[in-house]
């Protein structure tokens, strides 16, 4: 996929975080969540401004989406907007899952996946889409920014319950 079917991937992956964290009175760390979401979903990418290194390679596998995770699960502790143990569960999960959300979106195309490298090569692809087909990336965003409306509004409604 492109950039804009990547951010709505990471938007569509962290708005159930982002509503459950509203609804818990965290809507600071739910607003930070969404950020880092959108600010890692291309990350994988960098793979091909960096030598020597295969696109989906190494970039593209469950050991860098936990890398990531641990990243930023440090990253939130000493922020702490929360808490060290809500802010560290956050970071974690928010950190891998973008790179897996990432991960998985690539997988809908011809080129596809191999995620659990070098452990197993089995290449995964649903070969949906094509990576560069604008609608199918626009309508990712589509669906991502739909998905983070519907989840602040539910966030909003179950905090004033």
């Given at each position: 996929?492109?950039?804009?079917?990547?951010?709505?991937?990471?938007?569509?992956?962290?708005a159930?975080?982002?509503?459950?964290?509203?609804?818990?009175?965290?809507v600071?760390?739910?607003?930070?969540?969404?950020?880092?979401?959108?600010?890692?979903?291309?990350?994988?990418?960098?793979?091909?401004?960096?030598?020597?290194?295969?696109?989906?390679?190494?970039?593209?596998?469950?050991?860098?989406?936990?890398?990531?995770?641990?990243?930023?699960?440090?990253i939130?502790?000493?922020?702490?907007?929360?808490?060290?143990?809500?802010?560290?569960?956050?970071?974690?999960?928010?950190?891998?899952?973008?790179?897996?959300?990432?991960?998985?979106?690539?997988?809908?195309?011809?080129?596809?996946?191999?995620?659990?490298s070098?452990?197993?090569?089995?290449?995964?692809?649903?070969?949906?889409?094509r990576?560069?087909?604008?609608?199918?990336?626009?309508?990712?965003?589509?669906?991502?920014?739909?998905?983070?409306?519907?989840?602040?509004?539910?966030?909003?409604?179950?905090?004033?319950?």
């Amino acid at each position: 996929m492109y950039q804009n079917g990547h951010y709505g991937v990471a938007l569509l992956f962290v708005a159930p975080i982002g509503t459950l964290l509203i609804a818990a009175g965290f809507v600071e760390l739910a607003l930070m969540a969404g950020a880092t979401a959108v600010a890692l979903a291309m990350v994988p990418d960098l793979d091909q401004r960096v030598p020597g290194v295969t696109h989906r390679g190494p970039t593209h596998t469950v050991w860098f989406a936990l890398l990531v995770g641990v990243i930023t699960t440090a990253i939130a502790v000493a922020v702490a907007i929360a808490g060290p143990v809500v802010s560290a569960v956050t970071g974690f999960v928010v950190g891998t899952g973008t790179i897996a959300s990432h991960i998985a979106a690539d997988a809908l195309t011809p080129a596809g996946v191999r995620p659990w490298s070098p452990i197993n090569d089995t290449h995964y692809s649903l070969d949906v889409v094509r990576a560069k087909n604008p609608l199918a990336n626009y309508a990712l965003l589509g669906l991502g920014i739909a998905g983070v409306v519907l989840g602040i509004w539910a966030g909003t409604t179950a905090a004033n319950f």
